[in-house]
């Protein structure tokens, strides 16, 4: 897949301006800078985390952004994506990458966003979540084409056919989350 940044911005107050890329795995990698710019972190969040977001999502409640790195740090921040992310890993940078998330998710016409700047929250939309996503990556890098298909990317074809291959030969059972269509791990 390819290794190009789409560049997008957080939507707080003091917007914050990002880089973004998808794997051929389905894992997010974020690209921000901290110190005024000068020291650049790429962070990454995996498939399987993400897919984990997916399913606290899933309850189709209002949940809020809730990441201050402060209250994180203290314990005392409330239920919510931030917080969520800093169970997955106990990292106040890792929690406080929801909003880079968010941006995207919101972006992607994943998650719709109460359209405040303080007391964000986000609710999950309808649709499939990755292929929203991956098309959004898509369309962020070629801006004057948005009609770009997702079968100008072949390793996530292959993956996704690979995957619904597999998916085809096994009984149903319960409900099967959505990214192990998509991603291998």
Same mark, same amino acid.
């Given at each position: 897949?390819?290794?190009?940044?789409?560049? %997008?911005?957080?939507?707080? &107050?003091?917007?914050? #301006?990002?880089? /973004?890329?998808?794997?051929? *795995?389905?894992?997010?990698?974020?690209?921000?800078?901290?110190?005024?710019?000068?020291?650049?972190?790429?962070?990454?969040?995996?498939?399987?985390?993400?897919?984990?977001?997916?399913?606290?999502?899933?309850?189709?409640?209002?949940?809020?952004?809730?990441?201050?790195?402060?209250?994180?740090?203290?314990?005392?921040?409330?239920?919510?994506?931030?917080?969520?992310?800093?169970?997955?890993?106990?990292?106040?940078?890792?929690?406080?990458?929801? %909003?880079?998330?968010?941006? &995207?998710?919101?972006? #992607?016409?994943? /998650?719709?966003?109460?359209? *405040?700047?303080?007391?964000?929250?986000?609710?999950?939309?309808?649709?499939?979540?990755?292929?929203?996503?991956?098309?959004?990556?898509?369309?962020?890098?070629?801006?004057?084409?948005?009609?770009?298909?997702?079968?100008?990317?072949?390793?996530?074809?292959?993956?996704?056919?690979?995957?619904?291959?597999?998916?085809?030969?096994?009984?149903?059972?319960?409900?099967?989350?959505?990214?192990?269509?998509?991603?291998?791990?």
């Amino acid at each position: 897949m390819s290794a190009s940044w789409s560049r %997008s911005h957080t939507l707080g &107050i003091k917007q914050k #301006a990002f880089s /973004w890329r998808i794997d051929g *795995r389905g894992n997010i990698f974020i690209k921000r800078k901290f110190r005024r710019g000068r020291f650049p972190r790429i962070d990454k969040i995996s498939c399987s985390h993400l897919e984990k977001l997916y399913r606290f999502m899933e309850d189709l409640e209002w949940k809020d952004l809730a990441n201050d790195a402060a209250k994180m740090y203290m314990g005392t921040e409330k239920d919510g994506v931030g917080k969520f992310m800093y169970k997955l890993r106990p990292k106040v940078t890792y929690a406080q990458l929801s %909003s880079q998330l968010a941006a &995207i998710f919101y972006h #992607a016409e994943v /998650w719709k966003w109460n359209e *405040r700047k303080r007391g964000m929250k986000f609710l999950l939309l309808s649709g499939d979540w990755q292929e929203k996503t991956m098309q959004y990556y898509i369309n962020s890098l070629s801006p004057e084409n948005e009609s770009i298909s997702l079968d100008r990317f072949p390793e996530y074809t292959k993956i996704k056919t690979e995957r619904q291959a597999e998916l085809d030969e096994m009984p149903p059972k319960g409900k099967q989350t959505k990214l192990s269509i998509f991603f291998d791990y």
